[in-house]
């Protein structure tokens, strides 16, 4: 898909919005960005980061623009922190920002900003197209290039006093933090679950080949197990910000392992050429391959000990 398309499409999905985390049906909402996933990982990244804003904007009483496409921009750096400064009746954003996916296809985003304090400010960003620039030049894989993943330069962006969502630190201090932190590893296992319908398709008879499609098959039965049951788990729990911190740490750690296997059996069982040769797959393994070091690995599993640990004394 070109960018214009996977804009096309995600607007297309409006009509049907994806149920919120811990409304009652967040293991439907988990399936669906499974699906989008299985679909085409980049039309699953740019969807989930606007479903995600979508999230936040009610979890703080606020509706989205009619139409936009939104995304979230939150990546950190310690030494490139966004400024919020008064502006009249209201604030102005400058600074740069690293990792903004969606950047000049997005109409919205919600942005990180870290002084005067941590805050989230909604930006309208066509309405100030003149204040902002991007460049993808950092960027230099192929994978994930339709979502335009930019280095953003803000020149002192207006935005409307309310723009600001919650106070200093709520962003990352409210349950819904770690509830959509479960949205991208519903991406992951969706992307994976596109390997298996790739061996599927290519099935042969030889016991190696049959070996990995059953390993493959029995890691994809699990990524939606643990889906569906982190998904009853938040619904069950709403509110409960230690309990979903632990939660999120291990669904991305489950899924970021057996999404791993099944990177690792697809060229073991058919050698190169769905690598080399297939180019939905070569992308596919690429974009996922990169997808899943959002799962930040032993730091995660660092912080799941330590979140553990508490609930075992």
Known sequence: MTAHELCQSLRASFSDPLPLPAGGQTPLRHQRLMELGRQNLSLARLAEAHWDAVAILAEAGREPAPGAICGVWASEKPDMALRLERAGNGYSVTGQKLFCTGAGLVDRALVT??????????????????????????????????????????????????AVLGDDGWYVHRPGFWHGACGPASCWAGGAAGLLDYALRNSRADAHTLAHLGAMHADAWALSAFLQRAGEEIDAMPGDYAGGCVRALTVRHLVEQAATDMLRRLPRAYGPYPLAMDAGMSRRCQELDLYLRQCHAERDLEALGRGVRPMRD
Do not use: C, I, M, Y
Not at 127 to 155: C, I, L, M, P, Y
């Open 113 to 162: 900003v870290g002084s005067p304090a941590s805050l989230l400010v909604e930006v309208d960003l066509r309405s100030n197209a003149g204040q902002w620039e991007w460049n993808t030049g950092d960027w230099k894989t192929g994978a994930f290039a339709e979502t335009q993943t930019a280095r953003v330069q803000f020149h002192g962006v207006r935005v409307e006093a309310d």
